[in-house]
């Protein structure tokens, strides 16, 4: 090749890989020393393959999911004698009257999560929290009661405290409808396994879809033009666990994303929306083919292997040149490792968060899981045999951080040195 024509190559190249390869040197994260509260100029958009506040800056979300607080699994709850969220509150209604029930649920969820663990979330330096709620927080049944608070009102006070008091800290809110009305997936982490109505081509499926579009069009107007939400996460790994071939998951994930997208930029244009391809790139519509706009791509990783991992990530990055991109649940499963996740998805440019910040759990002292985990000798509520009491009192102060959980370790050791 003669020099010219060489000599021209070259600068082609240097012209064009900044605008191809990622730019993970000029990313910041929201410091995190700064504890005054959001204002309007920390309101997060998506802007090509970045998150960026209207001071221009370019934001990568580095935080841990608030796992098993508003929506429960009994591998990370305390409590036996049922296999999912919805088996709990429904033995508890039958026991005691949907009153007690309700109120043994808000006793837990005053206690897993207080202000407390955002303030030791803000001082382990992370800058955001991913919140997995399900739609039983919000409705009493599956045909759509609402729970009211005093005021007569549709009650949000669980999710307004936590946007509220995130948002004095400096720490953005991922706010994740892990278990939709009729239920996204079959496995338990919608709130009731082996249920998958939300997509039924049913009268009641749409009865279903039509209770999800009321609750997100009720979020979204709610949360309009607040700084603290980073972005709407519309369903937690939908078709999770359903035995369907690829074409149909993404024929029924495109279906039910375009409607929810639909529904929620008709409340609130301005927030960034979030969709999950989770452990396929190609499991959602390309926001090209759809006119979507101020989107941030998601997906979840639990896989044995740091070249499969890279692989992934990659592999996505690519699909989704130009769109933010969120690690929305991950840990290093058996043989990937710590260091391989962080530097990787740093050079991608991922934002990412954790699962999860805290679990109750046989071994979860000590697990990669979470930060902190129950100690041992913990109890677990029976929910058909144990007392009112004794399961108010177990589901107490005991399910505070400081009182009955201890350091997993793997913060300091893996994680400290990537924030």
Excluded at 185 to 199: E, I, M, N, Y
Aim: proline fraction near 3%; hydrophobic fraction near 40%.
């Amino acid at each position: 090749m003669k020099p010219k024509r060489l000599l021209c190559l070259l600068l082609s190249l240097l012209i064009v890989l900044p605008c191809v390869l990622p730019a993970a040197a000029t990313t910041i994260s929201a410091s995190p020393e700064n504890e005054d509260a959001f204002d309007a100029n920390d309101f997060l958009t998506a802007q090509g393959r970045w998150l960026v506040n209207r001071r221009n800056e370019k934001i990568q979300l580095k935080g841990v999911n608030l796992g098993a607080w508003m929506i429960w699994e009994d591998w990370l709850n305390p409590y036996e004698e049922a296999s999912d969220h919805y088996e709990v509150l429904t033995t508890l209604t039958e026991r005691f009257g949907e009153e007690k029930a309700y109120a043994l649920m808000n006793t837990y969820m005053d206690n897993f999560i207080t202000e407390w663990d955002l303030d030791n979330i803000k001082a382990m330096g992370f800058n955001c929290v991913r919140v997995p709620f399900w739609f039983r927080n919000f409705y009493y049944d599956d045909n759509g009661r609402k729970i009211l608070n005093d005021k007569g009102e549709w009650d949000f006070s669980r999710l307004d405290w936590v946007v509220e008091e995130c948002g004095r800290r400096g720490l953005y809110v991922i706010l994740d409808l892990h278990g939709a009305v009729g239920y996204q997936s079959d496995a338990p982490h919608s709130g009731k396994g082996t249920s998958v109505g939300l997509f039924d081509d049913t009268e009641q499926g749409e009865r279903y879809r039509a209770l999800t579009d009321e609750l997100w069009t009720a979020i979204a107007s709610r949360y309009r033009g607040n700084p603290a939400v980073a972005m709407y996460d519309l369903l937690n790994e939908p078709m999770c666990d359903v035995p369907e071939n690829g074409l149909v998951r993404r024929i029924n994930n495109e279906k039910i994303y375009t409607r929810l997208y639909n529904t929620v930029r008709a409340a609130d244009p301005d927030h960034a929306i979030s969709v999950e391809c989770i452990w396929t790139a190609a499991g959602v519509p390309h926001k090209i083919y759809k006119g979507w706009t101020n989107m941030v791509y998601q997906v979840h990783f639990y896989q044995n292997s740091n070249f499969i991992f890279n692989l992934f990530v990659w592999l996505t990055r690519l699909y989704y040149l130009n769109t933010p991109l969120l690690m929305g649940e991950f840990y290093p499963h058996k043989k990937t490792t710590w260091d391989n996740c962080f530097s990787t998805m740093n050079k991608a440019g991922y934002s990412w968060m954790l699962w999860t910040y805290k679990a109750t759990g046989h071994g979860m002292w000590s697990s990669d899981w979470c930060l902190f985990g129950s100690k041992d000798g913990f109890w677990r509520a029976k929910v058909k045999t144990d007392s009112y009491e004794e399961i108010a009192e177990k589901w107490g102060e005991r399910q505070q951080t400081q009182i009955g959980f201890q350091d997993s370790g793997h913060y300091e050791r893996d994680v400290k040195a990537h924030l």
